[in-house]
């Protein structure tokens, strides 16, 4: 199936700096989608972006699917951004396939 | 509108024992799928259902099903409870194949 890598596993950063996610996979997908979980568990959908930039207030998303790869940029970070950030995927046959995340802490 | 709801939020069971958690999709979702999170193995793809059929199934075993109702609900089970199904199980509703998946605030099932 298809392999789905996210990186980096781990950011810790300070209130106001911004951060760029990477989220590379191994096929050609029909769909991809950004979450965050927040610390209470929830999943909450960020973006559906197959390809092409989408932004929403300080997040915005970039799909390169000819290279495989997207990016989550995070500007401006709130402590309310902490969290963990999952990019998944669909490709082929295949449900939705997940990466292991990247764990988000935004200090004060 | 209202989310995805899932009940109950915590289970506890005994091995051997099964288990049945329900989800009910926002208004006019026709697709429902189904998750498991553990601390090991990360997001994991259960099923997906959309018009009461079984559209795609993940690599879980025989114990592990699912069904949608005709009003779109849709409760998996679980069957011959062993301690490696602990986990937070997700669901999820969309419009459709292509779109964006909402998901429910998942149930915690600890199995002792």
């Known amino acids: 199936g298809i392999q789905v890598e996210q990186s980096p596993p781990d950011l810790i950063l300070q209130e106001g700096a911004n951060s760029t996610l990477r989220c590379n996979f191994s096929?050609?997908?029909?769909?991809l989608q950004w979450f965050h979980q927040n610390p209470w568990g929830q999943l909450i959908n960020l973006f559906y972006?197959?390809?092409g930039t989408k932004q929403n207030g300080r997040l915005s998303a970039t799909t390169v699917a000819t290279e495989r790869y997207s990016l989550l940029y995070i500007s401006s970070s709130q402590t309310t951004d902490s969290g963990v950030y999952f990019c998944?995927?669909?490709?082929?046959?295949?449900?939705?396939?997940f990466g292991k995340g990247t764990h988000l802490i935004i200090q004060p | 509108k209202a989310g995805v709801t899932q009940t109950p939020r915590y289970l506890i069971k005994t091995r051997g024992q099964q288990v049945t958690l329900s989800c009910s999709p926002i208004?006019?979702?026709?697709?429902v799928s189904w998750y498991q999170q553990t601390p090991g193995q990360g997001l994991q793809f259960l099923f997906e259902?959309?018009?009461?059929?079984?559209?795609n199934k993940g690599n879980f075993p025989g114990r592990f099903s699912g069904r949608q109702f005709s009003n779109s609900r849709s409760e998996m089970n679980v069957s011959t409870l062993e301690l490696g199904d602990s986990a937070l199980y997700l669901c999820?509703?969309?419009?459709?194949?292509?779109?964006?998946?909402?998901f429910g605030n998942g149930t915690r099932l600890t199995v002792t």
């Open positions: 208004s006019g979702h026709r697709s």
């Open positions: 999820a509703s969309s419009l459709g194949i292509n779109s964006p998946l909402h």
């Open positions: 259902y959309f018009s009461e059929t079984q559209r």
């Open positions: 998944a995927v669909v490709g082929g046959a295949d449900g939705l396939t």
């Open positions: 972006i197959p390809s």
């Open positions: 096929d050609s997908v029909n769909n």
